[in-house]
């Protein structure tokens, strides 16, 4: 059974007495990756002559529940959308009144790009450069080659609309 109050004592306390994949499968909220990530950073120590988890009982995390550290990119509970009541604010310094962002904001969902794997063959000089562009950029070799291309694309048919 998954216990979602499961604290970083009671992990090492069950991993005492039985493997840490068992305990994994049977009582912990989370898969063994995430539980193993969140005793890590909760500061638990791993022992690997005995293969055992372990944390001090004063530790000031050990009674803090592992959910606590998980790291996880969604969110189990839905955020409450903030919605203004008023379009209007009063600005407390000038007393003026202004219009609230936040009222006529509209919700858009990002663009999904649908991607289709490619191989084509290129100049290793030319590969190069591109791999460095990218790095100095901090973006992705696929992204800077993809938006060489859409921008060639979107000119190029400029080009054809004028003639």
Known sequence: MKNMDLTIYEVTEL??????????????PVGKEKLREALKSAGATFDQRTKRWHIDRSHPNADKKVLDFVQTSRSSVMKAK???????KIDPVTGQSRLDDDYFAIETKPERIIRKKVSLDMDVALHKQLKQIALENDVKLYELVEGVLRDYVKNHRKRIDYR
């Open 82 to 88: 903030r919605v203004a009541t008023d379009p209007l």
């Open 15 to 28: 991993n005492e007495r039985m493997k840490f994949l068992d305990l994994a499968k049977q009582h912990a």
